[in-house]
């Protein structure tokens, strides 16, 4: 088992910035893949960034204003998100993934950008 307790949420205006983190705890010397997603209100939840030991993915939306970055010694992930815009507005995810493929999820935290 795994557990993630994110951290970092808030209200920012647009423009602004803040930084996510997920500290992950339990079985975690299997996991190889750290990511955030997201859900607006209403709509599906999707991937905004990923890392591996291969590198970093992300959404287009995201690209160029946001960073995923993990601390091995830690045991957690971060995003930091630059630039925000009230689009970007959303409960953010952690999910980790092990080597068998299996997903955790995080409980989940609030971002909300004010125009």
């Known amino acids: 088992q795994v557990q993630l307790v994110e951290s970092g949420g808030g209200l920012v205006q647009a423009g602004g910035s803040l930084r996510l983190s997920c500290a992950a705890s339990?079985?975690?010397?299997?996991?190889?893949?750290m990511g955030w997603h997201r859900q607006a209100p209403g709509k599906q939840r999707e991937l905004v960034a990923t890392?591996?030991?291969?590198?970093?993915t992300y959404a287009d939306s995201v690209k160029g204003r946001f960073t995923i970055s993990r601390d091995n010694a830690k045991n957690t992930v971060y995003l930091q998100m630059n630039s925000l815009k009230p689009e970007d507005t959303a409960v953010y995810y952690c999910?980790?993934?092990?080597?068998?493929?299996?997903?955790?999820w995080g409980q989940g935290t609030q971002v909300t950008v004010s125009s």
């Open positions: 999910y980790v993934r092990n080597s068998s493929w299996y997903g955790y």
């Open positions: 339990g079985t975690i010397f299997s996991i190889n893949l």
């Open positions: 890392i591996t030991t291969g590198g970093r």
